[in-house]
Nanobody, 119 residues
Framework: QVQLVESGGGVVQAGGSLRLSCAAS????????MGWFRQAPGKEREFVAE???????LYTDSVKGRFTISRDNAKNMVFLQMNTLQAEDTAIYYC?????????????WGQGTQVTVSS
């Protein structure tokens, strides 16, 4: 079992930045993929970014060039640096872990952290 705890959300003005963190505990995350999803009000949860154990990254098109995902394998943590934030980025951001591609299925979810971008 893996427990995921997100932090770093908040309220920021458009054009600003936030850095989300997710700490995992419960078991080793060796070879597991970590990443982020988000869910805006009235919308379905959507994939944002993922990173493999070896550091290969994948992003949804709308965040490419603005968001950067990284991980610290020694600390069992994953991060999402979000720059040039836009009102459309407002959502609850969820940390996720899976043995395969996150877009094909999630084994563990965090509780989420709210990001609000004011225009």
């Amino acid at each position: 079992q893996v427990q995921l705890v997100e932090s770093g959300g908040g309220v920021v003005q458009a054009g600003g930045s936030l850095r989300l963190s997710c700490a995992a505990s419960g078991r080793t995350l060796t070879y597991l993929r970590m990443g982020w999803f988000r869910q805006a009000p009235g919308k379905e949860r959507e994939f944002v970014a993922e990173i493999s154990w070896g550091g290969t990254t994948l992003y949804t098109d709308s965040v490419k060039g603005r968001f950067t995902i990284s991980r610290d394998n020694a600390k069992n943590m994953v991060f999402l640096q979000m720059n040039t934030l836009q009102a459309e980025d407002t959502a609850i951001y969820y940390c996720a872990v899976s043995s395969g591609s996150l877009r094909r299925g999630i084994q563990y979810w965090g509780q989420g952290t709210q990001v609000t971008v004011s225009s």
